[in-house]
């Protein structure tokens, strides 16, 4: 599903356990950092990938989506958050299912 974030070229990057998605488009930037982790079950001896989001810093990306009207105010925070944790962790999936 294509979305307003699509157009800063997401890319990502793997480093040991710590997985980085970058957003650029002109001068605005922005990244999504996770650390992956291999979880175990203590019963069941199932061994489960799981990555966690350990910083995130968009300012660049929120100022560009308010000046082209992608967002209208304080009340449009919460959809945008929401947009950037989904997209980031979509685009991070796209690397791990390899």
Request: with cysteine; glycine share 6%.
């Amino acid at each position: 599903m294509n979305t307003v974030l699509d157009i800063f070229n997401p890319k990502v990057t793997k480093s040991g356990n710590t997985i980085t998605v970058t957003y650029c488009h002109d001068l605005y930037s922005g990244h999504c950092i996770y650390e992956e982790h291999i979880l175990q079950g203590k019963t069941k001896k199932f061994r489960q990938r799981v990555q966690i989001m350990t910083h995130c810093q968009m300012d660049d990306v929120i100022e560009y989506l308010y000046k082209i009207k992608e967002i209208g105010g304080p009340s449009d925070f919460q959809r945008i958050n929401l947009l950037i944790r989904n997209h980031s962790f979509d685009q991070l999936q796209l690397i791990t299912q390899v």
